[in-house]
């Protein structure tokens, strides 16, 4: 779709902090793939490629709320009990009266009903007398006017933009969608991203583990990640850290896919081989972010795909992902750019730190007195993948922060505002 120029994510500093990276990659990424319309089953999950706009006021007509009486509402109602014959007839969900209701008079509604012409308020049954006969209803005082009823256009006003272009597609909004009588809708197709491991000490798990050998732990995190969003996977393994291999794999996933992933080799910008053919044949941008864990980012260019480059050790290379990769894949892939919320929590922990950088503290919400606070899992490594499995989200302490107390609040980045639902 758009073409990103080559320099992208070129930036002039040495150290930068998380929140100009992430200014400056949300001014740099643009959507890259196309717009494809496809069957509302098919759209969960994906991005919205066009506003959305209501052809139709929501609800389409003035229904009852409950199953009751329907009447008009008199100012005697205020304050006293007011008997009401009822009219013959009823107004039922699909089944609309078609009659006028007489002044003085109520009809029996069923939630969902369209409201009678002549009436705008509904008493609920469980509150009204019926006459023995079935003839009248006394409705008890009180009731306002317009009670129980839903007008027409309450929820959507017809030609209202109901979700923007860029709204990823949750089940709620596929529901509007369906709610507006749309059966298909205009998405962004999968962005496609190859993930690749490199290292000559990365072995695939199941396989014998040579002495100074590591399972490959990363692909697995990524390709996982990655199954949250609207994207494409195509796994390329591990791949040997030999140059010829190394610029095969490369050219090919380059022409192939939007994205390609990688971990490791993200700080040694003159041995890995990864890296120098990134740069070779296309162009590389190495990032030192100041933040912790996860300083080394690469992101760069192979001929119209992105190169994206995380650090290598396990819980820098999560971070990384949900910090960076995530909104940078998101907005590629047609999404607006993500603001993930987060919540203001008491510390049940004390910490000290160095100020300029920031902090991400692996993190559980533990129940207090005083309610939910944030608790820092004691052993943080950036390869102590244990922390991530323990912990329900990041603590995130900015680069003026030096220490913390407990009871003071600390900013909360829960997983699942970052995109990990199960
Ligand atoms: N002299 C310096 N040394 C290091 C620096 C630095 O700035 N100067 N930065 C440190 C930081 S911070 C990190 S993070 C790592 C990043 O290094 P790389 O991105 O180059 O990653 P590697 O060296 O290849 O690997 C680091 C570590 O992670 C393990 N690893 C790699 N891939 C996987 C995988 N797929 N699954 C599981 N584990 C993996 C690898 O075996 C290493 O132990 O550099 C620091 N050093
Ligand atoms: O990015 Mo490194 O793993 O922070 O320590």
Not at 52 to 73: E, H, Q, W
Not at 114 to 142: F, H, K, N, S, Y
Not at 370 to 375: T, V
Request: net charge neutral; glycine share 10%.
């Amino acid at each position: 779709m758009s073409r990103l120029a080559g320099d992208c994510f070129a930036y002039g500093g040495e150290r930068i902090t998380v929140a100009e990276a992430l200014s400056l990659l949300e001014a740099r990424t643009a959507p890259m793939v196309c717009p494809e319309t496809v069957p509302l089953r098919a759209a969960v999950g994906r991005c919205l490629a066009e506003p959305l706009v209501s052809p139709r006021d929501v609800p389409t007509f003035a229904n009852s709320a409950v199953d009751g009486y329907a009447f008009a509402f008199t100012a005697a109602m205020r304050s006293e009990a007011v008997r009401l014959p009822l009219h013959p007839g009823r107004s039922a969900a699909g089944h609309p009266f078609t009659g006028t209701l007489p002044a003085g008079s109520a009809l029996r509604v069923l939630t969902g009903g369209m409201m009678p012409d002549g009436a705008d308020t509904v008493a609920l049954q469980e509150e009204v007398t019926l006459d023995p006969d079935g003839a009248a209803v006394t409705i008890p005082p009180g009731l306002k006017c317009g009670a129980n009823r839903r007008l027409a256009g309450e929820d959507v006003r017809r030609g209202q933009t109901v979700l923007a272009a860029g709204a990823r597609l949750r089940p709620q909004e596929i529901g509007l969608a369906a709610e507006l009588g749309r059966d298909r809708l205009s998405v962004f197709g999968r962005l496609e991203v190859a993930v690749l491991s490199t290292g000559d000490e990365i072995v695939e798990p199941g396989l014998d583990l040579p002495a100074g050998g590591v399972y490959d732990a990363n692909r697995f995190i990524l390709m996982s990640l990655l199954a949250t969003l609207p994207v494409e996977i195509k796994d390329l393994g591990i791949v040997r850290d030999d140059p010829d291999t190394v610029r095969e794999v490369l050219g090919r996933a380059a022409a192939r896919h939007h994205v390609v992933l990688t971990s490791g080799g993200a700080s040694r910008g003159d041995e890995d081989h990864v890296v120098r053919s990134v740069q070779a044949m296309g162009r590389l941008d190495f990032w030192q972010i100041a933040m912790k864990p996860g300083r080394p980012l690469a992101f760069g260019r192979l001929g119209e795909a992105v190169f994206v480059g995380l650090p290598g050790n396990p819980v820098a290379s999560m971070v990384c992902f949900l910090l960076f990769a995530r909104p940078v894949l998101l907005r590629l892939a047609g999404a607006a750019w993500p603001r993930p919320n987060a919540f203001r929590v008491p510390a049940a922990f004390a910490f000290r730190k160095k100020p300029g950088r920031s902090e991400y503290l692996r993190a559980t919400l533990v129940a207090t007195e005083a309610g939910l606070a944030a608790r820092h899992v004691p052993r943080e490594g950036s390869g102590i993948l244990t922390s991530m499995v323990e912990a329900h989200g990041l603590v995130e302490l900015g680069p003026e922060v030096e220490r913390v107390e407990p009871g003071e609040p600390v900013s909360f980045l829960s997983f699942a505002e970052l995109g990990i639902t199960s």
